[in-house]
């Protein structure tokens, strides 16, 4: 079983800027990743990092997000930039099988491990 436990999130203007960190307990070697969902929308994977380092993005990340780990494994943390407000969403963090992609996140986690998620709302 891991434990994932989201923070940081909150309510910035647009082009604002919020880092979203997850406590993993404990890291056994998983793709660790973020994912958001949206009111009446389905879920989206936003970026992961691979047990061997691999980073993948969204392509509506475009350059803004940076996924990052410590060198323990047991914090996960997304740095977003330049918020939009279709940024706004609930965002999970997701320990998943390794090789999973951004692009695969939002499905592949129904097989792995989420956490409650933090709401980030971006206002114009």
């Known amino acids: 079983q891991v434990q994932l436990a989201e923070s940081g999130g909150g309510s910035v203007q647009s082009g604002g800027s919020l880092r979203l960190s997850c406590t993993v307990r404990?890291?056994?070697?998983?793709?660790m990743g973020w994912f958001r969902q949206a009111p009446g929308k389905e879920r989206e994977g936003v970026a992961t990092?691979?047990?061997?380092?691999?980073?993948t993005y969204a392509d509506f990340v475009q350059g803004r997000f940076t996924i990052s780990q410590d060198n323990f494994r047991t914090e996960l943390h997304l740095q977003m930039n330049s918020l939009k407000p279709e940024d706004t969403a609930m965002y999970y963090c997701?320990?998943?099988?390794?090789?999973?992609?951004?692009?695969?996140?939002?499905?592949?986690?129904?097989?792995?491990?989420r956490g409650q998620g933090t709401q980030v709302t971006v206002s114009s």
């Open positions: 404990p890291y056994r070697g998983h793709c």
């Open positions: 997701a320990a998943v099988r390794r090789g999973a992609t951004a692009q695969n996140l939002g499905e592949v986690v129904d097989w792995g491990y």
């Open positions: 990092i691979d047990d061997d380092g691999t980073i």
